[in-house]
């Protein structure tokens, strides 16, 4: 099942460099979501997109932009990456229906090492 | 604010053991409760809502808005079980869900 499928799996970067984590889907929902998971933090949501001209910030924002391309793209992208933003990063998506609901369906995630 | 504490890092039982994992949560108005779970090498999947009122895989779970708590049970755990859970909440208004910092379960057979 590769309904909401992230690239890429696994980067290792270096401080400074530009990254950009994409996930596109093929369940046709309009809400996107990306999430970052931390160790004892549980997950922690960066930006939102209910439509293509909705985006919004999330509670840990700062340090990462989003774009969302299409309906079926949300890509998030760290201007400067930094040692802090090393972390395990998913995508989600939800219909009307699913967010009414509550159920996101979650990407396999992205693990980014910064060093 | 919202807020899910799950106060277990890791709760380790015996095949057949009874299980609960602890989900508490700090919110002014009507809550939506969810469990979701993610079983080794698969994807963070929805596991119930309070709302539907259901049993999956043999877990149930009670809003008790006294105490704050919305706590997953199982009567008998089987090493299938064996995954990391996260508690989420969901306010009125903008559907956002606040996820807990997660309880990973481990059924020893």
């Known amino acids: 099942d590769a309904d909401v499928t992230q690239t890429p799996r696994n980067r290792i970067t270096k401080t400074g460099k530009r990254i950009m984590l994409e996930c596109s889907q093929t369940k046709g929902h309009d809400r996107m979501y990306w999430y970052r998971q931390d160790p004892g933090l549980g997950l922690q949501l960066i930006y939102y997109s209910f439509d293509v001209k909705d985006i919004n910030k999330g509670e840990i924002s700062d340090g990462y932009s989003v774009s969302r391309q299409a309906q079926a793209k949300f890509s998030l992208s760290l201007e400067s990456a930094i040692p802090n933003q090393t972390a395990l990063y998913f995508c989600a998506t939800s219909d009307v229906t699913g967010a009414n609901t509550g159920e996101l369906f979650f990407g396999e995630g992205s693990r980014l090492t910064v060093l | 604010a919202q807020r899910v504490t799950q106060p277990e890092k890791l709760l380790s039982v015996f095949k057949g053991a009874p299980v609960e994992l602890k989900c508490n949560y700090s919110?002014?108005?009507?809550?939506?409760l969810f469990w979701y779970v993610q079983y080794s090498r698969q994807r963070l999947q929805l596991l119930l809502r309070?709302?539907s009122r259901e049993s999956i895989k043999g877990f149930t779970a009670d809003l008790n808005k006294g105490e704050t708590s919305f706590h997953l049970k199982k009567p008998f755990a089987q090493e299938e079980d064996s995954a990391m859970y996260y508690c989420a909440l969901r306010g009125t208004g903008f559907q956002k869900l606040v996820f807990g910092t997660g309880t990973r379960l481990l059924v020893s057979p």
């Open positions: 309070h709302i």
């Open positions: 919110y002014s108005g009507s809550p939506e």
